[in-house]
């Protein structure tokens, strides 16, 4: 190996080990999104906004508040350290009323003079004051001595108190001279209308989620072969073209299985009746060996037959309704109790199921009765949550082997041949069976049982 191989991979396995952990990265912020559209969506909105108005936010209170309280406290600081001047230079103005008028007039101060141990302690600053800071900046700079200030006290006024040499200045400014105030109503204005855009949106969001929500609730219930009481396409366009595309297919497969019923019932019939035109010139030539076997297998397709024609008509048109699925398995088990079977029967949960019932009570009947054929004992347990029906029908017979449980659920298919020539059915009831759950968007699966024979499990969504 030469120096190069072990570079490239040394690169490789390092690109392997960025992409993994990009992808671990990703995973974990994929598991903190939220998942919903709505959620998703207005997540969309929501985040540029705030980053936007942050950013504007800051630049303005950087820049602009920033600079505009600090000229305009700076102004009236020079103010103050132009009458302190003032006061130094001309000790002959007795009271200072020539001061207190010029300061009131042209500069709209007013000034006090007080003794000079009228300095109060250094008072709690409060925690966000531009105002407090700037001042205090530019008196430390432009004035240099001990000074005291009050932004807080009186709303509208600003108390500045300076340490002069025999005396203490008390001045009170506006405070608007020295603080753009109104700037706090920008930001007022710009939180304000961004909530008023969120309500908009959020308004106007669940008004076009609310056709997915209800295409997709269609959907649900086409699957689980239930009617989809008048759903009429809405939204956006792209949501009503899926709509459209939906109700298209589901008309298709609607109509496919129309027709697929209709001809399997066309054939059985014709055949049905060209069977009883055999039987009766069978019946004409009389008795006899051969003749007994011809019967019999006459006899056996017609009941073949007339399994098909049933299995071809299939549920068509009954509607799904709720069913009390606990009172329905009882009935099962008390059949099969008739019939010579020690039957058990458990149910959990909420025992109301929509199901179309005759063709439920079908699917379930069958797998009693294989159930029944095959063993002595039979175990039916029903088990409802949130999201499934679950009913296993358990018994101690023979079972059927690993390699066989997908093939016998083809029509006319059967295991019995070998076990019992005599009574066995046309080999439909696990094909039936299985076309009625997967119509209600479920389906059937084979296992073995604890109880030694065949597990059969329905699972259908509720
Ligand atoms: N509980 C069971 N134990 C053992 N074998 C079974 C059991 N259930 C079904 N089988 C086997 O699966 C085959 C297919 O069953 P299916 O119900 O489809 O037909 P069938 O019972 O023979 O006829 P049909 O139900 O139409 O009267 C059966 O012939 C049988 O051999
Ligand atoms: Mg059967």
């Known amino acids: 190996m030469t120096t190069l191989d072990t570079g490239f991979t040394l690169i490789r396995t390092a690109t392997r080990r960025v992409a993994s952990f990009h992808d671990y990265i990703w995973r974990r912020f994929n598991d903190f999104m939220p998942k919903g559209l709505y959620a998703r969506a207005l997540l969309i909105m929501i985040v540029p906004m705030v980053v936007l108005q942050s950013v504007v936010a800051f630049v303005f209170m950087e820049r602009h508040w920033n600079t505009v309280t600090q000229r305009l406290s700076a102004a009236v600081v020079q103010d103050i350290a132009a009458l302190i001047d003032v006061y130094k ?62 932004t807080v006290g009186r709303s509208n006024l600003v108390e500045i108190r300076i340490q002069l040499d025999d005396a203490v200045m008390r001045v009170f400014a506006q405070r608007s001279a020295a603080y753009a105030s109104n700037s706090e109503i920008f930001l007022f204005w710009m939180v304000g209308t961004s909530s008023i855009l969120l309500i908009v949106a959020v308004l106007f ?37 899926a709509a459209h595309a939906f109700i298209e297919m589901k008309s298709r497969v ?16 014709d055949l049905r009746t060209i069977l009883t035109r055999f039987k009766l010139e069978l019946a004409l030539i009389g008795d006899g060996p051969d003749v007994d076997g ?32 606990a009172a329905a398995l009882e009935e099962l088990r008390s059949d099969a109790e008739r019939n010579g079977h020690s039957a058990t029967v458990v149910f959990h949960g909420q025992p109301v199921v929509t199901v179309k019932p005759a063709s439920f009570k079908r699917c379930l009947a069958n797998l009693v009765s294989n159930a ?91």
Not at 208 to 232: C, M, T
Not at 306 to 322: C, H, K, N, V, W
């Open 294 to 325: 011809m019967r019999k297998d006459v006899d056996e397709m017609a009941a073949m037959l007339e399994a098909y024609l049933a299995f071809a008509r299939g549920d068509s048109g009954e509607q799904a309704q709720p069913v009390d699925m």
């Open 205 to 241: 969001l669940r008004n076009q989620i609310r056709p997915i929500l209800r295409l997709a609730d269609a959907a649900e219930s086409f699957g689980k072969g239930r009617e989809v009481p008048n759903f009429r396409p809405r939204g956006a366009r792209e949501v009503r073209r």
């Open 372 to 462: 029944a054929r095959h063993a002595d004992s039979i175990a039916i347990t029903g088990h409802r949550d949130h999201r499934y029906l679950t009913v296993t029908v358990d018994d101690d017979g023979p079972g059927i082997p690993q390699d066989m449980r997908e093939e016998v659920f083809k029509p006319f298919l059967r295991l019995d041949d070998a076990r019992n020539q005599d009574e066995g059915g046309t080999g439909l009831g696990l094909a039936i069976a299985r076309d009625i759950a997967r119509s209600h968007g479920g389906d059937i699966t084979l296992g073995d049982s604890p109880m030694g024979g065949l597990r059969a499990t329905v699972r259908v969504p509720v």
């Open 89 to 150: 230079g001309y000790p002959q103005d007795k009271d200072r009323a020539q001061l207190r008028r010029i300061a009131q007039q042209r500069m709209g101060l007013v000034v006090d003079f007080l003794g000079p141990g009228d300095m109060p302690p250094p008072g709690p600053k409060p925690f966000f004051s531009l105002l407090d800071q700037s001042i205090s900046k530019q008196i430390s700079r432009q004035i240099a001595r001990p000074f005291w200030i009050d």
């Open 254 to 269: 609607e109509r496919s299985i129309e027709q697929r019923t209709a001809m399997l019932a066309g054939v059985s019939h």
